[in-house]
């Protein structure tokens, strides 16, 4: 599957956007979805996942009541919407995707399919 980001800019702490994650090729209802981020010289991170059901979801501690991730399998995007944003979330973001079942959705290894990233700012 083709994965396309979008979705990223410069935003205020505490403010909000939402990233968009658009594929192509494929139905993205079969796949896991993660969505990543790599600041510079920092490794990249996983910040959230969803399963290919939709029915696990799975965040990082420092996201966690923040961020949310969802899915659209009729329009074959994904989503990640992002609040309270702080300046430490700043960092270019990924979505990636694994046909079926992984184990641990916040593992880049574990996924296949890789978009180009989107730059989140958050200036204080």
């Known amino acids: 599957v083709q994965l396309q980001a979008s979705g990223g800019g410069l935003v205020l702490a505490g403010g909000s956007l939402r990233l968009s994650c658009a594929a192509s090729g494929s139905a993205l209802g079969y796949y896991a979805i993660g969505w990543f981020r790599q600041a510079p010289g920092k490794e990249r991170e996983g910040v959230s996942g969803?399963?290919?059901?939709?029915?696990?979801?799975s965040y990082a501690d420092s996201v966690k009541g923040r961020f949310t991730i969802s899915g659209d399998d009729r329009k074959n995007m994904a989503y990640l919407e992002m609040n309270s944003l702080k300046p430490e979330d700043s960092a270019a973001y990924y979505c990636a995707a694994r046909i079926g079942w992984i184990p641990n959705l916040l593992a880049p290894d574990n996924y296949d399919d890789w978009g180009q990233g989107t730059q989140v700012t958050v200036s204080s």
């Open positions: 969803i399963s290919a059901s939709g029915s696990t979801t």
